[in-house]
């Protein structure tokens, strides 16, 4: 599967599919959707990290995190950091740096691409 470059509210940015956290879960055609499932994209200052189906965006970065999408920015040490710019995130409440970190929608114009990207990931898995 080829990347894609999108235009997102914060700017052009480049996705390829390994940055799907669990592809099986996307269900986009699906008629029952009480949870108002969608997909989201998490990034940061160099760019998107992780492609994930979420309810909202604490739970998509929950995904991102619980994906291993998030490494770089987990906190090792958190007695020698500065706590101004972190939150918890992930089934371990894991500390991550949160700086520069972005959470969108997936815009409706790759739709398409995330739809083969995650079947095709899903025939591998």
Partial sequence: MENIDITTKVGEIRLNPGMIVDPEWFEFDRGY???N???FIVGAEFGALAIVWAEHEQEALDAAVDGDKMDGYIIDNPDEEDYEDHCSAGNASELIHDD???IIEFPE???NWLKAACAE???VD
């Fill in 37 to 39: 499932m969608r997909p």
């Fill in 100 to 102: 520069y970190l972005w």
């Fill in 33 to 35: 959707n009480p949870h």
């Fill in 121 to 123: 990931l899903s025939e």
């Fill in 109 to 111: 114009t790759g739709l």
